[in-house]
């Protein structure tokens, strides 16, 4: 007979994260009591604008936390879990697991893989702090955990808006495609959430004519705009259009997920002769790589028109894994970093407009072999730059620690943005920013015990990085 393991309480320590130094601890400690319970400001984030917009209350514990959360599969399939035992749906129909119940116990029994990683700790913040629950997930206590997580999600107060201002969030920004119609932004126009909600423009499907809809897309693009986009400059003034539209519906930034951080400056006609190339599918895989390197610098051009913000997030090799690809589907956490490079790669952006000041655009970066070499001395020294959070991989402690310690004698702390957590998991939110939050007052610590900063001056800083950089940086008033 197997003996039971006995259930270990749920317990988050108030000290979390700050540093096993007592006289760091307690200046860590004095930092964060001044900032913890600061409005969170979420500028860039993969959630579901639809759940904001219905407020309907979340179906259940399955379809809430694991399903979205490529975090979560990714790492249960690196130990053999099929991903049809998660629920996880196939592209050609078949059969996968649909008991949602049954699905949470195979989590629950494996999440001990969780061990050491940012996602145990976002979970158990979540499970402690949302939902107030006081043992640890385990395979005795997944019943206990589903029903008692269900039953609070059919409460008023677990609904989407409800949420949103129990985290104390100001401010959320979701990601949308060009063509998207933001039915959903609009559905909150005179609610008030509107204000709280807010969508960002993410022209890749538009843009990367690697894609095998691309020519379609932009076909689709003059269809909403009444532009001629089969022309290079009735694409360009359609993708104007665009934009604008976004900004009536809240939109203070654009996203841009290229595979590399490469920028180019043709003149209008080889632009237009290479766009050309690309919508009648005669683009080379060089070709493709120079258009999206082309559009990057069109798009820092209109920024400087229209105000946006402009985010760059390179260097991910997406679906690596074919066979996943083929079954499943994109984002299915077989996405791996690349190794990326900045100074040749953003020169031809970055000599027409990388000295305007009135130009933000954020650099974000999978490849941390960069930071010190080549982001933090760009970005200490063009107006235009600054430096996006430790991204995805390096969402983590010591990979914010990481970022802090390799930009900031280089970069210093106002070239960089504070913290966006790029989440699809909502409930997280609150915990992936206290996280953030402690990591930046644990760092501040060091440098007052070190004396290389006063305490007052850290005390500034930390509301910088939680909440005045953010803002400055998104442009959010």
Same mark, same amino acid.
């Given at each position: 007979m197997t003996e039971k393991k006995t259930v270990q309480p749920l317990a988050l320590h108030p000290d979390r994260l700050f540093p096993s130094d007592p006289v760091q601890r307690d200046i860590a400690r004095r930092l964060y009591q =001044?900032?913890?319970?600061?409005?969170?400001?979420?500028?860039?984030?993969?959630?579901?604008?639809?759940?904001?917009?219905?407020?309907?209350?979340?179906?259940?514990?399955?379809?809430?936390l694991l399903l979205?959360?490529?975090?979560?599969?990714?790492?249960?399939?690196? =130990?053999?879990?099929?991903?049809?035992e998660l629920g996880i749906r196939r592209k050609d129909g078949a059969v996968v697991e649909s008991d949602y119940r049954k699905i949470f116990h195979i989590f629950a029994?494996? *999440?001990?893989?969780?061990?050491?990683?940012?996602?145990?700790?976002?979970l158990d913040s979540v499970f402690? $702090? @949302?939902?107030?629950? $006081?043992?640890?997930?385990?395979? =005795?206590?997944a019943d206990h955990y589903y029903d008692s997580i269900n039953a609070r999600l059919a409460k008023p107060e677990f609904k989407p808006r409800a949420l949103l201002d129990r985290f104390n969030i100001e401010l959320i920004a979701t990601t949308e495609g060009a063509l998207n119609d933001l039915t959903?932004?609009?559905?909150?126009?005179?609610?008030? *959430?509107?204000?709280? @909600?807010?969508?960002?423009?993410?022209?890749?499907?538009?843009?990367?004519?690697?894609?095998?809809?691309?020519?379609?897309?932009?076909?689709?693009?003059?269809? &909403?705009?009444?532009?001629?986009?089969?022309?290079?400059?009735? *694409?360009?003034?359609?993708?104007? =259009?665009?934009r604008a539209f976004f900004r009536e519906h809240g939109a203070t930034a654009t996203d841009h997920g290229h595979p590399t951080a490469i920028t180019a400056d043709l003149s209008e006609s080889d632009a237009a002769a290479l766009f050309a190339r690309c919508l009648a599918s005669n683009a080379s895989a060089a070709d493709a790589e120079l258009f999206r390197g082309q559009m990057l610098t069109e798009m820092a051009g209109m920024s400087l028109q229209d105000g946006m913000t402009m985010q760059i997030h390179p260097g991910a090799h997406r679906n690596h894994n074919t066979v996943i690809f083929e079954r499943f589907g994109p984002d299915k956490g077989a996405d791996i970093p690349s190794p990326t490079e900045?100074?040749?790669?953003?020169?031809? %952006?970055?000599? #027409?407009?990388?000295?305007?000041?009135?130009?933000?655009?954020?650099?974000?970066?999978?490849?941390?072999?960069?930071?010190?070499?080549? %982001?933090?001395?760009?970005?200490?020294?063009?107006?235009? &730059? #600054? &430096?996006g959070p430790a991204w995805w991989f390096h969402d983590s402690p010591e990979g914010m620690l990481r970022f802090r310690h390799q930009v900031t004698e280089t970069a210093g702390f106002y070239n960089t943005v504070g913290f966006n957590d790029d989440?699809?998991?909502? &409930?997280?939110?609150?915990?992936?920013?206290? @996280?953030?939050?402690?990591?930046?007052?644990?760092?501040?610590?060091?440098?007052?015990?070190?004396?290389?900063?006063?305490?007052?001056e850290a005390h500034e800083l930390a509301y910088e990085l939680t909440y005045g950089l953010?803002? #400055?940086? *998104?442009q959010l008033k």
């Open positions: =001044q900032i913890k319970n600061l409005p969170i400001v979420s500028p860039h984030g993969h959630t579901d604008p639809r759940w904001f917009a219905d407020n309907a209350n979340f179906d259940n514990a399955t379809a809430l979205p959360d490529h975090y979560v599969f990714r790492m249960l399939y690196s =130990q053999g879990i099929k991903l049809e029994k494996h *999440y001990y893989l969780f061990r050491g990683t940012p996602s145990r700790i976002w402690s $702090e @949302v939902f107030g629950l $006081e043992d640890c997930l385990c395979e =005795q206590t959903h932004h609009a559905k909150l126009k005179g609610t008030g *959430y509107e204000r709280k @909600v807010i969508t960002t423009f993410r022209p890749d499907d538009v843009v990367d004519a690697d894609r095998a809809d691309f020519a379609a897309n932009v076909a689709k693009l003059g269809e &909403l705009t009444g532009e001629n986009t089969q022309s290079w400059p009735g *694409y360009l003034a359609a993708l104007r =259009q665009r900045f100074v040749s790669n953003l020169k031809p %952006l970055l000599q #027409k407009y990388g000295n305007e000041a009135g130009l933000n655009i954020i650099l974000f970066t999978l490849d941390e072999t960069t930071y010190a070499r080549e %982001l933090a001395p760009l970005a200490g020294h063009y107006p235009a &730059l #600054k &430096l989440t699809r998991a909502f &409930l997280s939110i609150p915990a992936r920013h206290d @996280v953030a939050r402690r990591i930046d007052c644990r760092f501040l610590a060091g440098l007052v015990a070190e004396h290389r900063l006063t305490e007052a953010v803002k #400055k940086a *998104y």
